[in-house]
């Protein structure tokens, strides 16, 4: 049977790209220079005329011409970095192309079609052609990528009309700016937005001058308000930096309560703020939000929410209660750290915080898997990030406290029969709004008084799938990760794991990535082989396997507990990954906090082999379980 390479076969020309790039950035950097000219000559011109005081007002009004070439020379510049960086990858997929071919190639002589091949050629025959086929899946998604990441850019950097609202007059009245942040906010709420990012910049520029009461006001004019959350992709840093100046004003911190009051969701979801800030903003959301779900069931107002979104609001409340309740005399925070109640395709997001992050010497964050949503299971995923966190605690010390940040800030694939866990989509785009959060959970740190947390991520099941893409992007290094029952790693994400942003476990000088895998769980296991056929999406490769390079823990109960026997986090009969009693969620909770240094790691290629016999013949005897290596 031939190989399909309809996947990489359409990789263009980086050359004939570069060329046809150069031409259009001496033809921009022209105009640009032109338009330069035309503003030393308005300047002159403003200054020789001396006009009233009026006319300069009315000027005002309009873009100032040397704040258009500032952005053109910006967007430009951008422009070009991201086509340089698409060229050069271009140029790596296509050699990484021909290696492909030549090993095809060098199959097809070795295993001729019709060829009598002994039992041994015929496992040999398999892996060749199923490496051969894992790699032109690769890089048909490294392709893909590529390609997206260059549309973002030309999408953010795009020269596009500002959108057709009253014009804001420099002390020309406060109702100006209303219209036009009412405007900007609808278009950001709907996605009718052509440049998110840069209205996004537009409407923090209106709200820092208003007043308290104007805020309000347009909160009483625009309901969508409440509902505004940063777009994709906006710098945490700059988000940080906007807030930290608002409190520098005068009137400074009432305007920052007005805005938590009345422009909740876009400051509960603005990275690189404190934790306190957001949990304050988004417990305003969620209040407003159930405020409005009554007046639906009362007949009061039809607010357009559908009876999943409703379902998933008061899932919500009801599992910060049942938290709180569990806590109560502890002391231990439950709060919001995200809350988006429209989400992604109308499924509301959301991520709770066990204790407070911007106090805890140890940060955690716990990625679910398939299945999981608002509406369907919050309370059970909250249940097990609690586990840990609660497991991660017997391992502090008196003056070390940890935080847990229960992530449902993606949509996550549905369970079976959907089939849409062996695809990666939900695990990409998961990944870029992890990264966001990280991120900013990052530049938060930054800002503290003490020193930085240890900061991990815990992820189960298609959770490992989502976290690894977020690891591989994000722009500083977390202390360790820890996957457990994971549904397979995209190799487009990282082949290995150097490929990700974790610090070296300091026993085996190879990043801190800990993975375990029970020999009883077969469900973990399908993703991997199913996805590595020809025609489903990016074949995946297991974390615990040889090539990976991670560290591999035990699960199925050779010591400090019983073994696991399926897939679930939790079973209720103490055998799931995550119940009480468990050799790994002793194994987990203490390698999340850096307090795993005696639990014994294996040997991957054996770990690997032990998969295999499991997925080829689940029912057979399991071999035992492999010699230990204490690192």
Sequence with gaps: MPFNTSYIDSIPNPETISSAWGTLRRGATSAITHLDGAATKWKTIDAQ?????????????????????????EKVRNVGSAVDEYVETLRGLREWRTRIRGDINSYTSTYPEGADLSLGDRWDRYWARKGIQDDIHSLGVSFELAEERLERALSTNALTAPPVVPLHFPGGGDRFDRAQASALVDALVKGTSQDPIADYRKLLALLEDMSPEDIAQLARENPNMVLVVPPTGADAGRNRKWWDA????????????????????????????TYEDRNEANRRTLEIVLQRVQEQKNGIRDWGYTSKQIQAYENLQQTLESGRARQAGSGTEIGLLAFDSIGVDGEPLAAIAIGNPDRATHQSWYIPGMGSSLERNIGGVYGDAESIWNKQQESLGAHESNSMVVWMGYDAPKMAPSTEVLRSTHAREGGVLLTDALNGMNVANTHRSGPMPYTSVTAH?????????????????VNSAVYFGSAGLDKAAASTADGLQVLPDPRTDRPAVYAGTAMRDNVARIPTV???????????????????????????????????????????????????????????ARLSVGRGDDIPLYDEGER??????????????????????DR
């Design 530 to 588: 199913l996805s590595s056929q020809e025609g489903w999406s990016t074949p995946r490769y297991s974390p615990t396997g040889e090539r990976f390079g991670g560290n591999v823990f035990q699960v199925d109960g050779e010591d400090r507990g019983a073994g696991v026997s399926g897939h679930e986090a939790r079973k209720g009969d103490r055998r799931g990954y995550l119940d009480e009693g468990t050799q790994s969620l002793d194994s987990i």
């Design 461 to 477: 099941s298609y959770g490992t799938t989502t976290a690894t893409y977020a690891l591989a992007n994000i722009d500083f290094k």
């Design 246 to 273: 608002l409190s520098r004003k005068p009137g400074g911190e009432e305007l920052q309560a007005a805005l938590k009051e009345h422009a909740s969701s876009l400051i509960g979801n603005m990275e690189g703020l």
């Design 608 to 629: 690997d082999y032990l998969e295999y016999v499991t997925v080829t013949a689940p029912h057979a005897t399991p071999a035992p379980p492999p010699e230990r290596i």
């Design 49 to 73: 005329l001396r006009l009233p005081a009026e006319m300069r007002e009315f000027y005002a009004a309009f873009e100032p011409v040397e704040q258009t070439t500032g952005e053109l020379e």
